[in-house]
């Protein structure tokens, strides 16, 4: 067998016809820029997320609609430069970018051993007068909540962000601080990110910002427009982050299949649990069934690089996320040098498995194959 990490062309198969269709309304409309089908994509997502109308903003891609809640906590003066940001050390570094680039300075908490995200105790204790928010990134697909230390945070003015770009539709064990208990509406306001390989993905780059405080939502639809509020008028120093008509017209295609979608990969991720059952292999973590979209299934072994060779050589593509941490990147070389030995040692013993497109029987090969690895 040859099995890819991952063919877009196979996850959009089923779709094709239905996103042709959405793409031709677009193009004969005339209007590719801030027009119906963003307000309908905006209207489905508050819809299947159950929240109010006007809670989303669909904007460019996930990494925006980061620096689009961070600015926006700026401009309400509810945050200032230099104010510290707790962000978990284990995650994709467009989670902790918008933090440096406007002056706040990251707090990096280890994660979990065991959950692979934020250690939620680590991150409480290290709180500071100055700590005025926390990153929750529910990495992997794997909600990242404890309603507790949430709440106590939020009790102290500290803003709770998701970086929901990879869980779009899991579910925490417990409530939000809305009461909800979907990824996306657990704090103040959350990021998602429909990047083409997400689990629902655009046909190029998009993003949405959602939360249920309209300032933060009227500042950041101001802001992602140039700052203005009225044509002409600008009241912020603005960015230019709007979304394409042609992929929130193809983004509300997909999302009407999103509960397939997450249907389909938690049978996969229950197949590989239930398969695998090498001694030199640590599986991910299972939670209680609603709870994980299964971005990535992401398996541990301390020999990971003999490991990914020998399914190589067995014609199983895997990859890495993510194989440098943030804190280890050159652009970030002067700026966070101190050790993370959890984050890293996890950078060196995780590996995905393909997950996107894989049928039953690649998964019983994949299994097979690593239950008969003798390093
Ligand atoms: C993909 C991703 C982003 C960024 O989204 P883009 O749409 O690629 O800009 C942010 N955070 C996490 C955790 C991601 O996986």
């Given at each position: 067998m040859n099995i890819p990490f991952l063919d877009l062309r196979k996850v959009d198969e089923p779709y094709i016809n239905d996103l042709r269709h959405a793409l031709d309304g677009v193009v004969s409309s005339?209007?590719?820029?801030?027009g119906d089908a963003t307000r309908t994509f905006e209207t489905d997502m508050e819809r299947y997320h159950d929240m109010p109308a006007g809670s989303t903003v669909a904007v460019s891609n996930g990494l925006d609609a980061i620096r689009l809640i961070l600015k926006s906590f700026i401009e309400l003066g509810r945050i200032s430069p230099g104010d510290e940001v707790i962000v978990p050390a284990n995650t994709y570094i467009a989670s902790l970018l918008p933090v440096t680039e406007f002056g706040l300075k990251p707090i990096l908490i280890e994660p979990d051993p065991s959950t692979l995200n934020l250690d939620w105790h680590k991150a409480e204790q290290a709180i500071t007068p100055r700590t005025k928010a926390v990153m929750v990134v529910h990495l992997y697909g794997s909600p990242c909540w404890n309603g507790n230390v949430a709440r106590r945070m939020r009790d102290n003015g500290i803003y709770i962000i998701e970086d929901n770009a990879q869980a779009i539709g899991a579910r925490a064990l417990e409530a939000g601080l809305n009461g909800n208990d979907i990824t996306g509406t657990l704090g103040h306001a959350a990021a998602f990110s429909f990047y083409p390989t997400k689990n629902i993905g655009a046909l190029g780059d998009a993003g949405m910002v959602m939360s249920s405080d309209p300032n933060v939502i009227n500042a950041i639809r101001t802001i992602a427009n140039y700052g203005s509020d009225r044509r002409y008028h600008n009241i912020y120093q603005g960015l230019n982050c709007r979304i394409d008509e042609l992929q929130a017209a193809a983004l509300s295609v997909k999302l009407r299949h999103l509960d397939a979608i997450t249907l389909t990969r938690r049978h996969r991720a229950s197949l590989y649990n239930e398969l695998i059952h090498s001694p030199l292999i640590t599986k991910p973590l299972v939670m209680p069934d609603k709870c994980q979209v299964w971005h990535q299934y992401v398996v541990r072994c301390p020999e990971r690089d003999n490991f990914r060779e020998y399914l190589k050589s067995n014609g199983i593509a895997t990859d890495i996320h993510y194989a440098v941490p943030p804190h280890l990147q050159p652009c970030y070389a002067s700026l966070l040098h101190s050790p993370l030995p959890i984050t890293e040692m996890l950078a060196n013993e995780m590996t995905s498995l393909p997950i996107a497109a894989t049928n039953d029987e690649e998964i019983a090969y994949i299994a097979s194959v690593i239950n008969a690895w003798r390093p």
């Open positions: 005339g209007r590719y820029l801030l």
